[in-house]
């Protein structure tokens, strides 16, 4: 699970700059937090479903019983994102606190939580990927570690305007760090059980789909300058297409 630890890391790694500036504008940070939306959304499709589907064909289903077996595994995905974020307290960096107990629990708790909620499924999708073929992990955990740069140089100045930079890049890594370990759950799930693959790929691309729809896009567009915000959402989904394709 090297890559998945590397990928996990990489959120620190992009929370370093911040060492050697003041701040970074809030566009700036919505367009670092919409590339890595963009990625995750290609490696939702390009890495996640189509290889879904193929695993679900592999165990002899046919095209309409495969889909609908994929698209099941998707919405429970997604629905169990949902179950997590609407009971785990955590805050926003726009819309504020949210989930049960909020208002007692400590303000960088919160933002980890949040950033956490974010990182699960990230690491999931790279586990269950490398079941499918080596290949296809690689290329997600490189995907993968491609957008938690950007985003956790995004993440760590959001924080910095409450905490000192050094706590903000600390728990940027910290929170990069929980892909590995859901990554090796989702490895050992599907290895245990084949026919659990399309279920466990399915699952992983319902629960990055609804984060970027949930939490992201609503997080990075929601004022007049989104502009900036779409663009790098487009050029992350390219960049996670053109990696999967080329090296998947």
């Given at each position: 699970m090297?890559?998945?630890l590397?990928?996990?890391a ?6 370093l700059?911040?060492l050697?500036?003041r701040r970074i504008?809030?566009p700036l ?17 390009f ?6 589907l193929?695993?679900a064909a592999d165990?002899?289903?046919?095209q309409?019983p ?24 955590h805050?926003h960096?726009?819309a504020g ?11 960088i708790w919160l ?9 699960v ?7 269950v ?12 955990a490189?995907g993968i570690?491609?957008q938690?740069v950007?985003e956790?140089l995004?993440?760590a ?7 000192p930079?050094g ?9 990069g ?17 084949a ?19 949930s939490e ?8 007049e ?5 779409t663009?790098?959402?487009m050029?992350?989904?390219v ?8 090296l998947?």
């Amino acid at each position: 699970m090297t890559g998945s630890l590397l990928a996990g890391a990489a959120t620190g790694l992009g929370a370093l700059p911040l060492l050697l500036v003041r701040r970074i504008s809030a566009p700036l940070q919505n367009a670092f937090l919409a590339f890595a939306a963009g990625v995750m959304l290609a490696a939702a499709f390009f890495s996640l479903l189509l290889p879904g589907l193929k695993a679900a064909a592999d165990l002899g289903l046919v095209q309409v019983p495969a889909a609908a077996l994929v698209g099941a595994a998707v919405l429970l995905g997604a629905a169990t994102l949902h179950l997590l974020n609407a009971v785990a307290p955590h805050e926003h960096f726009v819309a504020g606190r949210h989930g049960a107990q909020a208002p007692a629990v400590s303000r960088i708790w919160l933002f980890v939580i949040a950033i956490t909620l974010h990182n699960v499924p990230e690491g999931l999708a790279v586990g269950v990927s490398y079941s499918a073929s080596l290949e296809n992990g690689a290329s997600m955990a490189l995907g993968i570690g491609l957008q938690n740069v950007p985003e956790g140089l995004a993440v760590a100045a959001a924080l910095a305007a409450f905490y000192p930079r050094g706590t903000s890049i600390l728990v940027a890594l910290l929170t990069g760090l929980v892909e590995p370990v859901a990554a090796a759950a989702g490895l050992t799930a599907v290895s245990a059980a084949a026919p659990l693959l399309p279920w466990g790929l399915g699952f992983a691309a319902g629960a990055m789909i609804w984060v970027v729809s949930s939490e992201i896009i609503p997080e990075t567009h929601g004022d007049e300058r989104s502009g900036l915000s779409t663009a790098a959402l487009m050029l992350g989904f390219v960049a996670m297409m053109f990696l999967d394709v080329t090296l998947g």
